[in-house]
């Protein structure tokens, strides 16, 4: 029987798939540009900034639960080699084909660049600015995240080699569920370290950490899950105070900021790990199928929802048809292009996929 953790993948696609509705409301946010801005829209910026905290440090989380689960079976050697197949490979081909994609639409929309998608590389690979790309310039755009989980694993696995030479025996199974919540400290107090307009390698090196060294130790997990509603009320409390003062107050700097900030993102990762662990836990043909897209979803989604609301914006200022429009498109074509990049042989491989086996 497999003891694989269905739960932690099932919270990854999950996640995943939710980042088209949050980055289709990036459109009305009223705090920074995006690649299409509309306008300031509270409402929408609402769940965009109660969110914010725990979605993407959860992904660094996973990532490194994940990665104490297959070095059980994997060499270093071997582990770096998928490394660079899963993440720098792919990052490379969607960095000059999707993320191209995005700064030539946003430069189309902001700056009413009037050259061809091609022609438009010369701006996309000379230019260098603030790294957002909402100019049309270089940027990584939501690719980061492969960029920096690609850093933080290569930092990651000298670290656990060092660990295992010199501490082989090290381990955190018996830590008290009392002493969790100290563990944030542990990404504030690294998050100035390569800090690049609020993603922190240092800050997102120390909870892929906490989830390798810590939260996969089952012992943990068990106690922690006791304990899923608490965090998670803790969470709620922390985000209402947060999005109230940030999006509706304007107080966008603020010391109650920072503090609402973390703990938000604390309690939401102990709290959304525990409730996985007791709800998510299916392995179905649903699961199986979004698991095997996710990744795919992540490269791709952004590229598509951008084309959407460009185009969208033009013929509509409704904002309930610009959102569900583009949400519900961009997933329907996000999973439309996922069927077929695995079906090409050498394509597939260039966006993370394995190549399929043929034997004669």
């Not at 790309?133 to 656990?160: A, E, K, N, Q, R």
């Not at 002493?179 to 107090?189: A, D, E, N, T, V």
């Not at 959304?272 to 795919?296: D, E, H, K, P, W």
Request: hydrophobic share 50%.
């Amino acid at each position: 029987m497999s003891d694989r953790k269905y739960y932690i993948d099932n919270l990854r696609w999950l996640w995943i798939v939710f980042l088209i509705p949050f980055h289709a409301a990036m459109a009305w946010n009223g705090w920074e540009g995006n690649y299409i801005w509309l306008y300031e829209n509270k409402v929408l910026s609402s769940p965009v900034i109660f969110i914010a905290p725990w979605y993407m440090p959860l992904l660094f989380v996973l990532a490194g639960m994940s990665t104490r689960y297959a070095m059980k079976n994997r060499s270093y050697g071997q582990f770096a080699i998928e490394r660079v197949k899963k993440l720098l490979i792919p990052l490379i081909t969607g960095g000059f084909t999707v993320v191209a994609l995005m700064t030539y639409m946003s430069d189309k929309y902001h700056n009413n660049y009037s050259g061809s998608f091609f022609e438009h590389y010369q701006v996309f690979l000379t230019n260098v600015t603030d790294l957002t790309g909402y100019d049309g310039s270089l940027t990584p755009g939501h690719l980061w995240f492969l960029l920096f989980l690609f850093i933080i694993s290569m930092i990651s696995l000298l670290l656990i080699a060092v660990q295992r030479k010199i501490l082989p025996k090290l381990s955190f199974a018996k830590i008290k569920t009392a002493y969790l919540p100290i563990l944030m400290f542990f990404p504030l107090m690294m998050t100035p370290i390569l800090d690049f307009g609020g993603k922190s390698i240092g800050g997102n090196l120390a909870l892929f950490l906490i989830g390798y060294y810590v939260l996969s130790e089952e012992d943990v997990l068990e106690r922690m899950t006791k304990y899923r509603y608490l965090y998670l009320a803790i969470m709620l409390v922390f985000d209402v105070i947060l999005t109230y003062t940030f999006v509706w107050k304007g107080n966008q700097i603020g010391i109650v900021d920072t503090i609402c900030n973390v703990c938000a993102a604390w309690f939401g990762i102990l709290g959304f790990l525990g409730l996985a662990r007791c709800s998510f836990n299916q392995n179905n043909v649903i699961t199986r199928y979004m698991t095997s897209r996710s990744f795919m979803i992540y490269i791709f989604h952004f590229g598509w929802l951008v084309v959407f609301q460009y185009y969208l914006c033009k013929v509509t200022k409704s904002v309930m048809i610009l959102y569900f429009v583009s949400v519900v498109g961009t997933l329907v074509m996000t999973l439309l292009t996922c069927e077929v990049i695995k079906r090409i042989p050498g394509i597939r491989f260039l966006f993370g996929e394995k190549e399929k086996m043929f034997h004669v």
